[in-house]
């Protein structure tokens, strides 16, 4: 009677472990963005592999005349456009608004004037490890590793430059809850030679500052010819901001 017990047991434990393992996780809701209409939000990804694949880099074997030409021929799409992730994309990236009640003006800020905007973020991982200095001093390590996509903006001189809106306070909150940043970019075969280019970002920890990355920076050279200011929930545009370009750019 006992040994008939334990097995009831035995047989129910089992019973519940397996039904715990295979209860499905529930995984957490991408929010959707609602965009503009008229506009959408190409793959820069897919945009990145495709230029890298049909324009490959020269090599040994290829004369100059011959790799000038096939980078002559024209890519099948001119006009991109790709919606900013301005949430997950580490700090000095982001753009920032503040709102000036006085005058009923929001400003948009990019946090630094470069060339280089991140579109999306494909890798990320983030983890914390005991380091040791040269002195023997310990600390806690925080070490960042990723994958970044985006343009390299070649008109940026145009493009890196505040933007003020006028809008009541009421969808200044709003719009500081849901901002949408949407690029219309132009593609340019840079100096005839390339569309697109790779970079690595790499920071080593210092006892002074105990923070280390490690990035892979994948970017598509465009001009931006509009940048559209839009509720990325409702799809309503607040402003479309249109820039100047130049036939040449110095390398």
Request: hydrophobic share 35%; with cysteine.
């Given at each position: 009677?006992r ?7 035995t ?9 715990t393992?295979?209860q ?54 001119e ?8 949430d997950?994309?580490i ?33 990320f ?57 949407l690029f ?7 100096d ?33 010819i ?10 309503t ?10 036939d040449?750019?110095?390398?």
């Open positions: 009677m040994a008939f017990s334990v097995f009831k047991i047989v129910f434990l089992y019973a519940f472990v397996l039904l393992v295979q499905p996780v529930a995984k957490a809701s991408v929010p959707s963005i609602v965009l503009p209409e008229g506009y959408n939000n190409d793959n820069i990804v897919v945009l990145y592999n495709d230029l890298k694949k049909k324009y490959p880099e020269k090599d040994e074997f290829e004369t100059k005349e011959a790799y000038w030409k096939r980078m002559q021929v024209p890519y099948s799409k006009i991109v456009l790709f919606v900013k992730n301005n997950v994309l700090r000095w990236d982001k753009y920032y608004t503040r709102y000036d009640a006085e005058n009923q003006v929001l400003s948009l800020k990019k946090f630094l004037y470069k060339s280089e905007i991140k579109i999306k973020r494909t890798k991982s983030e983890n914390k490890y005991k380091g040791v200095s040269g002195f023997g001093v310990k600390t806690i390590v925080s070490s960042y590793r990723g994958e970044d996509y985006g343009i390299y903006v070649m008109n940026d001189k145009y493009v890196n430059k505040d933007i003020e809106i006028q809008i009541s306070p009421d969808k200044a909150k709003e719009l500081k809850k849901n901002l949408g940043i219309v970019c132009d593609l340019k075969n840079h005839q030679k390339a569309y697109v280019k790779k970079e690595s970002y790499y920071k080593s920890p210092t006892f002074t500052s105990p923070t280390k990355y490690d990035f892979s920076e994948y970017y598509v050279f465009v001009d931006v509009e940048m559209v200011i839009f509720n990325n929930k409702t799809g545009v607040y402003v479309k901001k249109v820039f100047e370009v130049e040449d750019y110095e390398w």
